[in-house]
């Protein structure tokens, strides 16, 4: 049975669309689409548009309510819903973005789902499973280019609800490849053992956020330090999870289910983590910027 009721089915016809296109005084939530048009959509997502007859709202109708009777049908409604919130389909009328936005979320809030902007792709998922700071690395990694970090970050959002191993697995692999683009990016070579703890000490030094720097004022030193050591304790935390709990390891006969919460917790600290060294890295990048353009003069 799918996940997303009619009223979803509904509001996606109408901005897939752009509605009826004849004696409509309002205008469109989504761009305006011919039927053959439509027709290439659907069939970008995954739906043969043959399934739908008549016109172009009903045979578009039609193509989306039997998406919905598939057993895959939450992954066929999911991949269009998706599709037609992504931001490049607005690229003249950008504004058009945010209605379509707000068109869905209207229609899909009453059945706990959402769909929201990571990294300037729309991407669905459970309500609340999401934060400004997953959202913020999200942003960040894909301004920066920093590889495959926001993939696992999106893959991390996506499972946590229903397969919470995979997800602590993503949010672990997402604070591991930070480290590694920012090693990278200084010119510095990757620790022997690669797993997260090595990999976040590694960045440390670097970065001037080792617990026994000595340059820190007095009245608060004890009190960075404490946080300072705790980003060693939260990544070794987060990678003892994902090997005793996550899928990285395939999962044995009687193997019992993370619990969802747990999963958000390992996402939620692997990005709060990972946005902070990508912060402190930016922040390193802008002090010596000035010193390198002189010398180059």
């Known amino acids: 049975m799918t996940a997303f009721s009619t009223f979803i089915i509904e509001a996606l016809v109408q901005v897939i669309s752009g509605g009826s296109g004849t004696n409509n005084t309002e205008p469109p939530i989504g761009l305006y689409r011919s039927a053959s048009d439509i027709r290439g959509f659907l069939m970008a997502c995954g739906i043969d548009p043959a399934r739908g007859e008549g016109s172009r709202l009903p045979a578009l109708r039609d193509c989306l309510n039997w998406a919905a009777r598939q057993e895959n049908s ?15 389909n607005h690229g003249r009328e950008p504004e058009k973005t945010q209605a379509v936005l707000d068109h869905l979320n209207f229609h899909l809030s009453p059945d706990d789902f959402e769909v929201a902007l990571l990294g300037g792709r729309a991407v669905l998922r459970k309500r609340g499973s999401g934060a400004a700071v997953v959202g913020a690395i999200a942003d960040k990694t894909a301004t920066l280019d920093f590889g495959t970090v926001s993939r696992d970050i999106d893959r991390a959002i996506r499972n946590a609800e229903d397969d919470p191993e995979d997800a602590v697995t993503a949010a672990c692999a997402t604070l591991e490849a930070v480290c590694r683009s920012i090693l990278l990016e200084l010119g510095l070579s990757l620790p022997a053992k690669k797993d997260i703890s090595s990999l976040v000490r590694a960045v440390q030094e670097p ?27 939260t990544a070794e935390g987060i990678g003892a999870l994902r090997t005793h709990g996550g899928d990285a390891h395939g999962r044995e006969r009687g193997h019992r289910r993370i619990d969802p919460r747990i999963a958000r917790l390992a996402i939620h600290g ?14 390193k990048m802008q002090r010596t910027l000035p010193a390198t353009t002189e010398a180059a003069e």
């Open 74 to 88: 939450d992954e066929l409604i999911g991949r269009v819903i998706e599709k037609v919130a992504d931001p490049r």
């Open 207 to 233: 970065l001037d956020l080792s617990p026994g720097r000595t340059d820190l004022p007095d009245l608060i030193a004890g009190d960075i330090r404490k946080i300072l050591s705790g980003l060693t304790t």
């Open 270 to 283: 692997s990005s709060t983590l990972a946005l902070f060294l990508i912060e402190t890295w930016e922040l």
